[in-house]
């Protein structure tokens, strides 16, 4: 099973940008979700995704960051606007599936999308 995310970059504070993931060698995903990580802090939950298309947001990027997906590719997206300096991080892909029908459900992740934001 391997996350690709890919779009991340270098960016001016109040520009938009969007950050992809792409699963293959998955059987199925239930909930997908972008982390991010700033340099000395915690990773934290940005947004999550269910395969019904339920999203919930962290209150800091509420109304700013639209997280979406393509259950048919396997991909998901997360549309980030309005950036601030401290949106400045790693940001990382989660999946929640199974790689084969048999298996049971652990969690997957990718290798990260460096975001800076510049003030």
């Known amino acids: 099973v391997q996350l690709v995310e890919s779009g991340g970059g270098l960016v001016q504070a109040g520009r938009s940008l969007r950050v992809s993931c792409a699963a293959s060698?998955?059987?199925?995903?239930?909930?997908m979700g972008w982390y991010r990580q700033a340099p000395g802090k915690r990773r934290e939950l940005v947004a999550r995704?269910?395969?019904?298309?339920?999203?919930n947001y962290a209150d800091s990027v509420k109304g700013r960051f639209t997280i979406s997906r393509d259950n048919a590719n396997n991909t998901m997206y997360l549309q980030m606007n309005s950036l601030k300096p401290e949106d400045t991080a790693v940001y990382y892909c989660?999946?929640?599936?199974?790689?084969?029908?048999?298996?049971?459900?652990?969690?997957?992740w990718g290798q990260g999308a460096r975001v800076t934001v510049s003030s």
């Open positions: 060698g998955i059987f199925s995903i239930n909930t």
């Open positions: 995704i269910t395969s019904g298309g339920s999203a």
């Open positions: 989660h999946a929640d599936g199974r790689s084969k029908w048999y298996e049971r459900s652990r969690d997957y």
